[in-house]
């Protein structure tokens, strides 16, 4: 269990980018932690904004265990280590299969799943 107002870092982009020099990594990078940004902010599991409109990600980039709500700190902590095990199986890093997998674990009713079975009716 985490100390009472512990700000410990979850993730920081700079060793991310420290890892290559290589101009596709470094979009990969941006891109996969944007994805994670976005989902995080769009589903609720922040407390404050991660990145402003119009901002990208860059190295100073940093996530903290304040940024999130309790409910976020939970959620990283199930999703950090699949998620990117994932990417580096060579998934996109824009996907957010992983991520949505994840968070219907701990919002069981969830609407966020996806309905099947919904689509036009085939008639024979």
């Not at 920081?12 to 941006?30: C, D, G, H, L, P």
């Not at 957010?96 to 009716?121: F, Y």
């Amino acid at each position: 269990m985490q100390p009472e107002g512990d700000d410990s870092k979850l993730l920081q982009a700079a060793i991310f980018f420290a890892a290559s020099k290589n101009r596709s990594y470094r979009e990969m990078v941006t891109t996969m932690l944007v994805t994670l940004v976005t989902f995080l902010e769009e589903h609720g599991l922040t407390s404050t904004q991660l990145l402003p409109p119009g901002q990208s990600i860059d190295q100073s980039f940093v996530l903290r265990r304040s940024d999130l709500t309790e409910e976020g700190r939970e959620f990283y902590r199930r999703v950090e280590q699949p998620w990117l095990k994932a990417i580096d199986r060579g998934g996109p890093p824009s996907s957010t299969r992983v991520l949505n997998r994840v968070l219907r674990t701990l919002r069981p009713g969830s609407t966020e799943k996806k309905a099947r079975g919904t689509g036009p009716s085939r008639r024979a």
